[in-house]
DNA sequence: TTAGGAATAT
DNA sequence: AATATTCCTA
């Protein structure tokens, strides 16, 4: 019953997206507003990489999807509607050639991965230090940004709240759609009584001292004592991308890629929400790598070298032993 | 100055 | 409804 802690790494292993869940959006990755910003030919180009395996579901209603997948109308005229800003904003001088600065990341979609590694983050760390920032470092997924994890937890700690109430009142809840994403990953138990420290903590004493720590050496500590806590709880097989990672990269191999990311997206319904209705985004395949660093400015100005090139760099297995598993995925750019 | 959190906005 | 953004506070 309490083996959720002794299981819990195992289990986030199973959740993780399968490659295939992963691959569907090889060209989409680089939006159409990056594409622009860095002058490199739209995605649509030739690639007849219909990388969709596995969608068995009634869903086929998805239509030809030509070229690109279909973006948010925010996006989709993006391009459009990108140069003309840039235009605007001037730089007089390339046209289109500057827009980064006036890119805007997709809305996240929450999917029930996502939000059980947030949930699962939340609960490790304990209700105190579960704030936005720590949460977000100990998810580390890429791309992840403060508020995203800020935005949720707000609503989630809504939920909770809802949930203490109701359940001492009886009720009903299943009604609103609302629950749904939130009803996919369970609650942990003392998430609902914020007195008592949850036993299952015992072999995470003050978890994270986070302080001054980088983050870093903080998912390290989270590492750790989560390895500590079961040290035989190797990594069973990857079956999965999931590749034994680098805990404890001193200093980040330093990747001058630009944080650019707005890569979320496709249409894939993971059986989950309404999916291509409004061309939302679904990170269900976010990569998830080291943390980000910070001091890596929102790229400014665009080096132009190899501005898109693969965001697949993770794959660095290191020591099965004291490394820790950080999956990465993006499907590399078949150039 | 950076964050967290509630209140708003989209 | 789900996320994002703003605003205020520590």
Known sequence: MREDD?????????ELPSPE???????????????????????????????????????????????QLQLPSSQANSSAEFAADSADLGSGGAAGDEPARTLKR???????????RFVDAVAHLGIKNAVPKTIMQLMSVDG???????????????????????????????????????????VPAHFLHPNRVPSSDHFMPSFVPIATLQQQQQMAAAAAAAAAANPHLQPPQFHRQIAAAHFGSPT???????TSNGQFGSPTSNGFGSPTTNGKFDPSFLAVRQT???PIQRMSTP??????SNYVEDLESANANG?????????????
């Open 292 to 294: 980000q660093q910070q």
């Open 303 to 308: 080096s132009l070298h190899s501005p898109v």
């Open 21 to 67: 869940e992963l691959m569907p959006i090889s060209q989409s990755l680089i939006s159409p507003d990056l594409a622009l910003a860095f002058d490199i030919r739209t995605p649509n180009h030739g690639n007849g990489n219909s990388n969709q395996p596995h969608h068995h579901h009634h869903h086929q209603t998805t239509p030809p999807t030509p070229s």
């Open 323 to 335: 490394g820790r598993t950080v999956l990465t995925l993006f499907p590399t750019r078949d150039d």
């Open 252 to 258: 980040n191999g330093g990747f001058s890629s630009p």
């Open 6 to 14: 002794s299981d819990w790494f195992a289990r986030w292993e199973e």
């Open 106 to 116: 997709p809305r996240l979609v929450w999917t029930p991965q996502l939000h059980k």
């Open 144 to 186: 992840l940004t403060r508020e995203n994890v800020a935005s949720h937890l707000q609503k989630y700690r809504l939920y909770l709240k809802r949930m203490q109430g109701l359940s001492s009142g009886g009720g009903a809840g299943s009604d609103p759609a609302t629950d749904r994403l939130f009803a996919s990953s369970p």
